[in-house]
């Protein structure tokens, strides 16, 4: 059975990159060491194939087995979040069936996309999955494939085991909303890593994002801050990401992430395409970037700027 209660379920929570080697196959010997790194870094969970996971460029048979070695390697440590989206209900379904095999802690998933699916729709995809298994499920409000109004969301809260969602939007007082309007154990991650010390101010439950694979350190850091009232120094740490991010951004940032992972001793591989690997010299550019990013903040410590 899981490890932890949906209520427990709380904190700094990676959504994990997947390894991938030169050749674009999945890489296991990586995905566990990169694990291993997370967890020494104090992470509080893991958010596996999503988009920062690439879930969409992998099939359902890779995606299995991404999760059982990351469950295996876990071993009931921290919670595990395994997002089972897909476009059709069907696929979303057995997918939802081998994470529970595993006794994950928790299943989530983007509205089905791709077609304009209207409310009813998306309903009934939630439904349909909750009702085929016992596991949590985390509904995802993101803007890349249409978000979901409040409203909605509440809708969303009555099916049997939807117990929260993954907000990735800036809309920040619908997290209020959700805490206070649904209900107080109806659990909240902000998942827009520029705004964590918003989403946490507005009683989110946890962060979850991309880039704390990357800075991991930091958004421990940050998060323990906020939860000591110490909200300046989490905002100088969050102006820190801001740069750090907007840096990644001008390039293929899962890609970035992978490389700043190997700095670290934590190789996190390769990208799938269509997305790009970093050319050599793109890869110094970063690292310049980088080095002006840690110059402008007096050195601090953050381990992905202390390893350049």
């Not at 969970?45 to 890779?62: D, P, Q, V």
């Not at 649904?182 to 989403?199: H, N, P, Q, W």
Request: proline share 4%; net charge negative; aromatic share 12%.
């Amino acid at each position: 059975m899981p490890a932890f209660k949906p209520t427990e379920i709380k904190g700094v929570i990676p959504a994990l990159v997947t390894p991938f080697d030169e050749n674009e196959n999945f890489d296991e010997a990586k995905t566990r060491n990169l694990v291993q790194f997370l967890l020494s870094q104090n992470v509080s969970g893991f958010y596996l194939t999503g988009s920062t996971g690439e879930g969409f460029l992998m099939n359902s048979e890779e995606r299995k087995k991404v999760v059982e070695v990351v469950v295996d390697e876990v071993k009931q440590r921290v919670p595990i979040i395994v997002h089972i989206g897909a476009i059709g209900t069907k696929e979303s379904i057995e997918l939802a069936k081998h994470a529970e095999s595993l006794d994950v802690d928790a299943i989530s998933s983007v509205p089905p996309f791709y077609w304009r699916f209207n409310e009813d729709h998306i309903y009934d995809y939630y439904k349909d999955i909750a009702d085929c298994v016992s596991t949590p499920m985390i509904i995802y409000n993101v803007p890349l494939v249409g978000l979901l109004g409040f409203d909605f969301i509440k809708r969303l809260s009555t099916i049997n085991n939807v117990v929260g969602v993954k907000y990735t939007a800036y809309t920040h007082q619908d997290i209020y909303k959700c805490k206070d309007l649904i209900s107080k154990d109806f659990m909240v991650y902000s998942g827009a890593d520029e705004m964590a010390v918003s989403g946490i101010l507005n009683e989110a439950d946890g962060i979850i994002g991309s880039f704390y694979t990357m800075l991991p350190d930091l958004f421990v850091n940050l998060y323990n801050h906020m939860k000591n009232n110490e909200i300046e120094k989490a905002q100088q740490l969050q102006k820190i990401a801001v740069s750090i991010i907007d840096a990644s951004l001008k390039y293929d940032y899962y890609a970035v992430i992978k490389e700043a992972t190997r700095w670290m001793n934590a190789d996190a591989g390769y990208v799938r395409r269509p997305f790009k690997n970093l050319t050599t010299q793109e890869i110094e550019q970063v690292k310049e970037e980088f080095k002006t990013i840690k110059e402008k903040y007096n050195n601090p410590d953050v381990l992905v700027l202390k390893s350049l």
